[in-house]
């Protein structure tokens, strides 16, 4: 570990689903409707439940002494998220006993990606006061962070007592991007590297959004890898199906930076082979044609039948 970072708590059992949801409005669906972890002070890590939403997102919030900065809004429509995010606010303003008016503590809600299970919920930030909802395409993002060279050019963005670079990560979708917390060396990968299946619209983009966040890894700057999914089991290279709302044995959110640089290796085996691909921590999805669905909706469709004559 590197000197000077703040430690983050990873070890957390999160909310996974629950095991019966045979019937609609099935009284066994037990998981809250989302779950929230302080993985240190000033940084909180958010997961939507599977009884609500199968893809089960996780949002990070990063708080500073001026402004604070919320990676993605979820897969949900609704007030919840907006209610938590305000929530934390307030109490990260009150325990520091703010002298500065903290009715100008700013917030920045910006996207991993502009995919629906990551936007969902902005419609609930509009009206919040101080705030920017960062556009999601990749035009809005350049303007608001200031990447005038887009994707390469880190952007340091200071939150007041904690800077956060961001960088464009394309391959997965356009407008990817990469933030790396200096403070506590955490990297979010958005939906780029997470333990599960990784959809490739664009696998040049990708090899080379992954040898640039593989570069960071390399300079020891990075304490842990996170994404917004966990699709994996605990058994190498065996996903859980497409559409999956009950996941008792999968994998942490967090990879190693070692599991970066395999992914990275990884990839590079396989990019531009349209397919799926399955490594140990990682599901290679390329392009979008039946290559990838038939199988994944053939997985799923198993699981649904096995599911019903349980
Ligand atoms: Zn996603």
Not at 36 to 64: C, M, N, W
């Amino acid at each position: 570990m590197a000197a000077g970072w703040i430690p983050l708590d990873t070890d957390v059992t999160w909310i996974h689903g629950s095991a019966s949801r045979r019937r609609r409005n099935d009284p066994h669906r037990s998981d809250p409707p989302q779950q929230v972890h302080h993985l240190a002070p000033g940084t909180v890590l958010i997961r939507q439940s599977k009884d609500v939403t199968y893809e089960a997102p996780f949002i990070l919030l990063l708080l500073g002494e001026r402004r604070s900065l919320l990676v993605d809004t979820g897969a949900v429509e609704g007030s919840l998220l907006r209610e938590t995010v305000d929530r934390l606010i307030a109490q990260w303003l009150a325990d520091r006993a703010q002298s500065h008016d903290s009715g100008h503590h700013e917030l920045v809600v910006a996207h991993s990606h502009a995919h629906g299970d990551h936007v969902a919920g902005d419609a609930a930030f509009a009206d919040r006061p101080h705030t920017t909802v960062v556009g999601p395409e990749v035009a809005d993002v350049q303007a608001y962070f200031g990447i005038d060279d887009w994707p390469r050019q880190v952007v340091p963005v200071d939150l007041g007592g904690r800077v956060v670079d961001v960088f464009g990560i394309p391959g997965h979708e356009a407008a990817s991007i990469a933030l790396h917390d200096r403070s506590t060396g955490l990297l979010h990968t958005g939906d780029t590297v997470y333990p599960g299946r990784i959809y490739v619209g664009d696998s040049g983009a990708l090899l080379d959004s992954l040898d640039r966040l593989a570069a960071l890894v390399e300079t020891g700057a990075v304490s842990h890898v996170l994404g917004c999914h966990v699709e994996m089991t605990n058994r190498p290279g065996r996903d859980y199906a497409l559409g999956a709302r009950f996941q008792p044995d999968e994998p942490s959110p967090f990879m190693t930076p070692q599991q970066l640089l395999q992914a990275r290796d990884d990839f590079r085996t396989v990019a531009g082979r349209p397919g799926i691909h399955r490594f140990d921590d990682i599901v290679f999805c390329v392009g979008e044609g039946p290559r990838v669905t038939v199988p994944l909706y053939a997985q799923a469709l198993v699981e649904r039948l096995r599911h019903l004559v349980r």
